[in-house]
């Protein structure tokens, strides 16, 4: 987390150069993904945005490709999950007075964590973003995302959510497509990339879900999880 001053002058000294094409002309440009499109974090890309365009006298920033990451996660100052961005106006962060500033909060214990209603609106609320920074006809990269906590009922009361979650949200990003916000050169589908979370994460040290990774690193084996991202990807590789 960075104060959006930050990632405008980071943005200015490496991105704007390469933006210009000079060394590869083939070269594309990203922004720095925000952990999930809520409220506080649009508001915290806007006053990226803004100090952007007014430090260096712009309309826009010459971003070719965009990105975000997809979790749900509470946010919440000074506490696990995304925290809160600094800079927000809605932000205190005073925490030697007691004072705790929110984004969105969820219940914890539930299902919000792989809730596809949730995940639906975030991908749909950067689009909006973009739109409405005139970035629509552009491609839209979801760079991480998964189900990361690891709760003792995750797969002992639901078996299978962690994967049904997975293929819903494969299903999602290849027949989406929406004329009033997605790509025009991708038939309008409003996602053109994704990375699933995680490969093959520690989950024994860092106590990350267990079920959430595609190769067993311990074992080196492909888990059910992996082998059902293989399945799908197969039935839509391009054939000879």
């Known amino acids: 987390h960075f104060l959006p001053i ?7 000294a490496f991105g704007a150069p390469l933006g210009g ?5 083939t070269a594309q440009v990203g922004n720095g993904g925000i952990i999930q499109a809520t409220s506080v974090r649009l508001e915290y890309l806007d006053t990226v945005w803004d100090e952007y365009c007014t ?3 712009t309309d826009t920033m010459p971003v070719d490709v965009w990105n ?3 979790f749900i996660f509470k946010e919440k100052c000074d506490d696990f999950g995304a925290d809160i961005p600094p800079g927000c106006d809605s932000c205190d962060r005073r925490p030697s007075d007691g004072v705790k500033c929110y984004g969105e909060i969820y219940p914890e214990g539930d299902w919000t964590h792989a809730s596809m209603d949730i995940f639906r609106a975030q991908i749909q609320a950067f689009r909006q973003w973009m739109k409405n920074h005139g970035q629509q006809d552009k491609p839209l990269i979801v760079s991480e995302y998964g189900i990361v906590y690891f709760h003792p009922w995750s797969e002992e009361e639901r078996p299978g959510v962690t994967r049904d979650f997975m293929l819903a949200t494969f299903d999602y990003f290849m027949n989406t497509k929406d004329a009033n916000l997605g790509y025009s050169a991708d038939d309008y589908r409003l996602v053109q990339r994704w990375a699933w979370y995680s490969l093959d994460d520690a989950y024994l040290s860092t106590g990350f879900n267990r079920y959430g990774v595609l190769i067993d690193r311990y074992s080196g084996q492909i888990t059910p999880l992996g082998q059902a991202f293989a399945d799908y990807a197969e039935n839509y590789l391009d054939r000879p």
């Open 6 to 12: 930050v990632p405008s002058a980071v943005y200015a």
């Open 21 to 25: 094409k000079g060394a590869d002309p």
């Open 68 to 70: 975000v990451h997809n």
């Open 55 to 57: 430090r260096y006298m």
